[in-house]
């Protein structure tokens, strides 16, 4: 029963991650309608399709959460890619508003009692979206109270975003603004530079 209890946490948490990037990607989507894409939101229905309105149990079938959860997870990924890409098109100067809004939301779910960079690596791990539980595996290059640095043993984001006709870079812009979000009042911040990513304590 505890095993069955702790699978069922592990996939709650990513189903967790998922809703959260989706409504990120829907905002933006509807922000791109704002400034004028047509119907964007259908569009990205139709091109990325989207995930079925309901809590973890109405739309994850228990037996076999983890095939549910996969084809969310791609599904989620694609969406936030192709409205990002597709708003920053439309009008580069939309970048700035991106990331305030992925800054805003991460505010909002906020994490205090952040002692050590252990503590703020498992805040990203909570509510980064990096594929599925166990699909990528950071390596650690430096691991201290004040500063931890790795990189991930797979790059599960370029060929999503290039495929809608964009850079990962604009995924890194969005996830630091984010990650910044959520350890805004901890005193850590993170950075990515170039394949590295870092969380440090604040000078």
Known sequence: MKENSSAKSKWLSQFNRIVLLDSIATEIAVFGEKIGLKDFVQVMDMNCGALPAGSFEQVVDLDCPEQF????????????????????????????????????????????GVNNCAQAMQVFDAYVLNGMPGENVHVFEEKTQLRFVWQDEKDLHSAVWQKFGGSVELYRRLLQAFVNGLLNRCGFSFKIDGEKFIISADA
Do not use: G, S, W
Request: hydrophobic share 45%.
């Open 69 to 112: 959860l996969a084809m969310y997870t791609q599904i989620v990924h694609n969406r936030f890619a192709f409205a990002a890409i597709n708003v920053n098109n439309a009008n580069p100067q939309t970048m700035k508003i991106m990331e305030d809004y992925c800054r805003n939301v991460a505010t909002a779910n906020e994490i205090c």
